[in-house]
Nanobody
Protein backbone atom coordinates (compact mmCIF):
# COMPACT_ATOMS: atom_id res chain seq x y z
CA UNK A 1 0.00 0.00 0.00
CA UNK A 2 1.42 3.33 -1.10
CA UNK A 3 1.62 5.97 1.59
CA UNK A 4 2.83 9.55 1.38
CA UNK A 5 3.08 11.43 4.67
CA UNK A 6 3.83 15.14 4.76
CA UNK A 7 5.27 16.91 7.78
CA UNK A 8 6.88 20.20 8.69
CA UNK A 9 3.99 22.57 8.27
CA UNK A 10 3.15 25.24 10.80
CA UNK A 11 2.74 28.91 11.53
CA UNK A 12 5.44 31.34 10.43
CA UNK A 13 5.85 35.07 10.05
CA UNK A 14 6.15 36.63 6.63
CA UNK A 15 9.74 36.44 5.46
CA UNK A 16 10.36 33.26 7.39
CA UNK A 17 11.19 29.74 6.25
CA UNK A 18 9.84 26.24 6.57
CA UNK A 19 10.95 22.90 5.24
CA UNK A 20 8.31 20.35 4.40
CA UNK A 21 9.07 16.67 4.14
CA UNK A 22 7.17 13.90 2.42
CA UNK A 23 8.02 10.36 3.45
CA UNK A 24 7.00 7.64 1.01
CA UNK A 25 6.43 3.95 1.56
CA UNK A 26 5.02 1.06 -0.43
CA UNK A 27 6.50 2.15 -3.75
CA UNK A 28 9.78 2.10 -5.63
CA UNK A 29 10.39 5.70 -4.73
CA UNK A 30 13.45 6.20 -6.90
CA UNK A 31 11.52 5.34 -10.05
CA UNK A 32 9.04 8.21 -10.04
CA UNK A 33 8.77 11.93 -10.33
CA UNK A 34 7.30 13.68 -7.31
CA UNK A 35 5.31 16.85 -7.05
CA UNK A 36 4.22 19.39 -4.49
CA UNK A 37 0.85 21.09 -4.74
CA UNK A 38 -1.06 23.45 -2.49
CA UNK A 39 -4.65 24.45 -1.93
CA UNK A 40 -5.80 27.61 -0.20
CA UNK A 41 -9.34 28.01 1.14
CA UNK A 42 -11.78 28.66 -1.67
CA UNK A 43 -9.17 28.07 -4.35
CA UNK A 44 -8.28 25.21 -6.63
CA UNK A 45 -5.30 23.00 -5.96
CA UNK A 46 -2.25 24.41 -7.71
CA UNK A 47 1.14 23.12 -8.72
CA UNK A 48 4.05 24.34 -6.59
CA UNK A 49 6.89 22.33 -8.04
CA UNK A 50 8.18 18.91 -8.89
CA UNK A 51 11.30 16.83 -9.21
CA UNK A 52 12.34 13.98 -11.45
CA UNK A 53 13.32 10.56 -10.21
CA UNK A 54 16.96 11.40 -9.64
CA UNK A 55 16.63 15.10 -8.90
CA UNK A 56 18.11 16.07 -12.23
CA UNK A 57 15.03 17.96 -13.35
CA UNK A 58 13.03 20.38 -11.25
CA UNK A 59 10.13 22.61 -12.17
CA UNK A 60 8.46 25.41 -10.22
CA UNK A 61 5.41 27.58 -10.45
CA UNK A 62 6.27 31.18 -11.26
CA UNK A 63 4.85 32.29 -7.93
CA UNK A 64 7.50 30.38 -5.97
CA UNK A 65 10.53 30.49 -8.26
CA UNK A 66 13.59 31.74 -6.46
CA UNK A 67 11.99 31.18 -3.05
CA UNK A 68 11.18 27.47 -2.94
CA UNK A 69 13.51 24.56 -3.58
CA UNK A 70 12.58 20.91 -4.06
CA UNK A 71 15.03 18.12 -3.36
CA UNK A 72 14.86 14.41 -2.70
CA UNK A 73 16.79 11.76 -0.82
CA UNK A 74 16.04 8.47 -2.52
CA UNK A 75 17.90 6.51 0.12
CA UNK A 76 15.40 7.88 2.65
CA UNK A 77 12.34 7.69 0.36
CA UNK A 78 11.77 11.36 1.10
CA UNK A 79 11.14 14.49 -0.91
CA UNK A 80 11.56 17.97 0.55
CA UNK A 81 10.19 21.42 -0.08
CA UNK A 82 12.36 24.21 1.31
CA UNK A 83 10.31 27.41 1.48
CA UNK A 84 12.06 30.72 2.05
CA UNK A 85 10.85 34.32 2.05
CA UNK A 86 7.36 33.15 2.80
CA UNK A 87 4.42 35.42 2.06
CA UNK A 88 0.85 35.41 3.38
CA UNK A 89 -0.24 34.28 -0.11
CA UNK A 90 1.68 31.04 0.49
CA UNK A 91 -0.83 30.06 3.17
CA UNK A 92 -2.39 26.76 2.11
CA UNK A 93 -2.48 23.06 2.72
CA UNK A 94 0.53 21.55 1.00
CA UNK A 95 0.38 18.10 -0.57
CA UNK A 96 3.01 15.85 -2.04
CA UNK A 97 2.12 13.48 -4.85
CA UNK A 98 3.70 10.64 -6.78
CA UNK A 99 3.56 10.37 -10.57
CA UNK A 100 3.67 6.68 -11.47
CA UNK A 101 3.70 7.38 -15.21
CA UNK A 102 6.73 9.61 -15.42
CA UNK A 103 10.25 9.51 -14.07
CA UNK A 104 12.25 12.15 -15.90
CA UNK A 105 9.49 14.58 -16.78
CA UNK A 106 7.79 16.75 -14.18
CA UNK A 107 4.11 17.37 -14.77
CA UNK A 108 2.35 20.45 -13.47
CA UNK A 109 -1.10 18.86 -13.78
CA UNK A 110 -2.63 17.37 -10.66
CA UNK A 111 -4.65 14.80 -12.66
CA UNK A 112 -1.43 13.15 -13.80
CA UNK A 113 -0.41 12.26 -10.26
CA UNK A 114 -1.50 8.91 -8.95
CA UNK A 115 -1.08 9.00 -5.21
CA UNK A 116 -1.39 11.83 -2.69
CA UNK A 117 -0.52 12.54 0.90
CA UNK A 118 -2.96 13.90 3.44
CA UNK A 119 -1.47 17.39 3.38
CA UNK A 120 0.16 19.67 5.92
CA UNK A 121 -1.02 23.17 6.80
CA UNK A 122 1.25 26.15 6.22
CA UNK A 123 0.10 29.49 7.61
CA UNK A 124 2.06 32.68 6.99
CA UNK A 125 1.19 35.71 9.09
CA UNK A 126 1.82 39.21 7.84
Amino acid sequence: QVQLVESGGGLVQAGGSLRLSCAASGLSFNMYAMGWFRQAPGKEREFVGGISWNGGVTSYADSVKGRFTISRANAKNTVYLQMNSLKPDDTAVYYCAADFQRAQYVSGHSFQYDNWGQGTQVTVNS
